[in-house]
């Protein structure tokens, strides 16, 4: 969610940062912060994320996005950034590849299969 948004507020795309809640509210950047601060400045953007990581969580994430193919990865959404070191692979390091075989992808700290792939909806 955090390099999504940040993504997409380096781009000007402030329509675009949109996260759901549990209950199914949306939490959009520009309206919310067009009633909150009037401004859609750094400080507002900040506030923003913090009620974004109050209410939306993996699981309300995985609801607003679409399953990928095999060939297009995607992790498990971060308040904060944190990199995976390849321990298997330094030539990948930080990157893995996904054993199409056994429809896994090992990582030292999580084991994800294929179906657990998902992204964002193309626009």
């Given at each position: ?70 060939g ?14 390849n ?37």
């Open positions: 969610m955090r390099l999504r948004a940040e993504y997409c507020y380096a781009s000007h795309d402030w329509a675009a940062i949109d996260f759901y809640t549990e209950r199914g509210v949306r939490l959009n950047f520009l309206e919310w912060s067009r009633h909150n601060s009037g401004s859609a400045g750094r400080s507002s953007f900040d506030a923003y994320l913090t009620k974004v990581f109050m209410y939306c969580s993996t699981r309300t994430l995985e609801k607003q996005l679409r399953p990928k193919p095999r297009g990865i995607s992790y498990m959404p971060a308040q904060d950034i944190h990199l995976v070191k321990f298997n692979n330094a030539g990948l390091n930080p990157w893995y590849t996904a054993d199409t075989t056994r429809g896994l992808i090992e990582t030292p700290e999580w084991t994800f299969t294929i179906n657990q792939l998902h992204g964002w909806p193309e626009k």
